[in-house]
């Protein structure tokens, strides 16, 4: 099996992880983990912190160490973070490789959208141009990133999930959730939103793909 070809190569907390499915609850102890995997205490420590910064495991003082659901969201926070420390460049090719995810992905994961769905939707879109209508105009961020991962929310892919996720906490990160540009820019980003989910409401989702296409393409001539 694929599984156990791969196992060898992580460390022994998170081979015993992997071969201990019903481990959601309250692992063992330290000590008791110590012996069984006949690995010192230090170690085993700094194994967990790695299994800890992963998103592998939850760590508390008071109820101790207990598993958690697979997420490849904290793997890539870490590796991005370190990235765009290093070069602010490596947001946009990160940016990239998002859009062509996104684009790839558009016609399967809006077919998985339920109605509830759609209506949220449409919520999301009611209150960007609210925000963007009012007296003090508001940048509609949080629509927008909420927009885009209900779109993906149906697929059963934590890697293509990991991806999208850690896409906004980078996009906050290098600011570009506080700076618009312009009233125009953010009023033509919009359009292009309605128009996507007009299309996945209607069942239109190739003018919903070309409106998603189009719309990646206004953050590279963002003023």
Not at 66 to 72: A, E, G, Q
Not at 73 to 101: K, V, W
Not at 190 to 211: D, L, N, P, T
Request: include cysteine.
């Amino acid at each position: 099996m694929l599984r156990e070809r791969v196992s060898p190569n992580i460390s022994e907390f998170l081979r015993y992880l992997a071969s201990h499915p019903e481990a959601d609850d309250k692992l063992p102890s330290l000590s008791e983990l110590s012996r069984e995997l006949n690995i010192s205490l230090a170690s085993l420590r700094e194994q967990l912190e790695v299994a800890r910064a992963l998103g592998f495991v939850e760590v508390r003082p008071k109820t101790g160490t207990r598993r958690l659901t697979y997420s490849f969201t904290p793997a890539i926070r870490q590796s991005l973070g370190y990235a765009l420390a290093l070069n602010d460049e490596h947001f946009r090719q990160f940016a990239e490789m998002r859009n062509h995810l996104e684009a790839a992905y558009w016609t399967e994961a809006v077919q998985l959208l339920t109605e509830e769905d759609k209506e949220e939707l449409k919520n999301i879109i009611a209150r960007a141009w609210e925000k963007l209508r009012g007296t003090l105009v508001q940048v509609p961020h949080e629509e927008h990133r909420k927009l885009h991962l209900m779109i993906y929310s149906r697929l059963e892919n934590p890697f293509v999930i990991g991806v999208l996720e850690s896409y906004w906490e980078a996009y906050e990160a290098v600011g570009l959730n506080v700076f618009a540009g312009s009233y125009e820019y953010l009023q033509e980003v919009w359009r292009y939103h309605q128009v996507m989910v007009e299309s996945i409401c209607s069942g239109k989702f190739e003018a919903g793909y070309e409106a998603l296409v189009r719309h990646t393409d206004l953050l590279y001539h963002r003023p």
